[in-house]
């Protein structure tokens, strides 16, 4: 029995002896792909290879597009089961109901350099039936997917801002 016991012990000791544990450091992101350096004096974005030297590549960043706030906006809501598409206008601060969705504008900003180009309209959308904020956030004009509403049956989307002299920005066709 004694021999037994101690062939049981040793077998179950013996997966903990065969194991070693090596302690290497992780390949360092600069070892193995390359190192990223980011010049912002003149705003160009290098990559080097693995020995530092720049590569014969350079990728110029964009630069930061300037711009204004409008004083309101112009949407467009659609009822998709109607297949009814409502345009409605909106100062900053106002709210209006598409279907029973409460949508209000808090800001609308337009590029300076090209005012028709795009549009950027912070929105919170409140279903009022469920009673809870279903959207809050921007909504761009030229890309309304990249940030959209996701409801069942209505869709809201930007199409312009209004500038501060109450002009429509209409977008560029």
Known sequence: MNRSLCAVLAFCAMPAFAQTIIEEPL???????????ITTENRSLDVLNSNGDPSLESVETESVEQVSQGTGAVLRGLDRVSTELQDFEL???????????????????????NPSGDAFAYLTIEDRLQGEIVFEGW??????????LDHSRYDVWVLHCKTSSGDDIAPAE
Do not use: H, W
């Open 91 to 113: 100062a900053t601060g106002e709210s209006f109901m598409v279907g029973p969705l409460l949508v209000t504008l808090k800001e609308c900003r337009y590029p300076q350099d």
């Open 27 to 37: 390949p360092s992101f600069d070892e193995e792909l390359g190192i990223i350096g």
């Open 139 to 148: 909504m761009i004009g030229s890309a309304p997917a990249l940030n959209a």
